[in-house]
């Protein structure tokens, strides 16, 4: 791919529609089917752009595993059941889940494996990850069939686009994404205020210059979710950074080598993320009939769940540089200075489960 062909490719559109929102920027930029940030790389880990909790410790995914035998063993076994997972990555956290779900009698045997992946370098990865397992590939969560349900999505909806909105005297105004006076360069503009704007109703009141984020992918796919766990049974994990309460806030953000990158600059060459709403996406989940849990922080879900135990078991006998990397697994995962206070997990489930990890949950 020709360096700087995205950006043509966006200016092309600009130039003919005019400016366009932010959702359609992040989308062209993250998932264009041939010059997007996604279909050329894999971009997870100490040489691509960042590194994600199953790549940090195998206990991530190892817990995740036990998690799901356990709510399907609660469920009353059913068979089979739908082991999904949305944005897989490198596919380590489902082998590491499904190593550790071994233990439990009859789930791996139960489990019918689908994974959600637009990338076809990463979707090439999950299958070395998961060789000699079936699995099925799909687009898009509409293409997961029904039947009882276990999900997981670790650092997918971040990546999901998002539009901004801004207030201004004449009212809420979408930013939108304009060619520059440069070649292949980028700014914001204001769209026209209108009423109309898809905006949660307790953002209505901010102050003048407060700017607000949706992401309607986000919201729409944590409906349907909902509505599946509801109407067949089952839960889904929904791990991302993110606050716990929906305030209004800029956190639209871009990184490239484990820096801080211009978000309109380079576009496909960078990632593109924005902090979860983990308060919009409860209320998306209710809408449908689902039962929400939590968020909560990731560290406090991850020792509720046995990490402490787990790291314990795994540095005993260990070489003394293997056990140093499970202690720092450990603390990256769980401390709140670094993943365990940022990162949340929200359960989505059918009416009356109360999943591992939310027992104690308000
Ligand atoms: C930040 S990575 C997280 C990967 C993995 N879950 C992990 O924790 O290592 C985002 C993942 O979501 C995938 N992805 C991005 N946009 C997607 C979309 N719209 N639908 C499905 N997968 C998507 C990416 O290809 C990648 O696998």
Redesign the pocket.
Known sequence: MPPGALAEHLSDLIRTAGPISIARYMAEA??HPRLGY?MSRDP?GRSGDFI????VSQMFGELIGLWCATVWDVMGRPDPVILAE?????G??MADALRAAARAPGFVEASRLHL????PP?RKKQRAALAGRHVSWHD?FDGVPDAPLLLVA???FD??PIRQFERTRGGWCERLVDTGPACHEFRLVLGAPSDAHPLPDRFRGAPLGAVCEVSPAGLALAETIGARVARDGGAALIIDYGARDSAPGETLQSVRGHKGHEVFEAPGEADICAHVDFGQLCEAARRSGAAVHGPVEQGRFLQALGIGARAAALAKGATPADADAVRSGLARLTEPAQMGSLFKVLAISHPGLIPPGFEDVP
């Open positions: 993250m998932g996604y997870i994600t909790a199953p790549e949305l944005g897989p990555g490198r380590t956290l959600v992946e637009t990338s990463l898009n670790n650092e997918l990546a999901l």
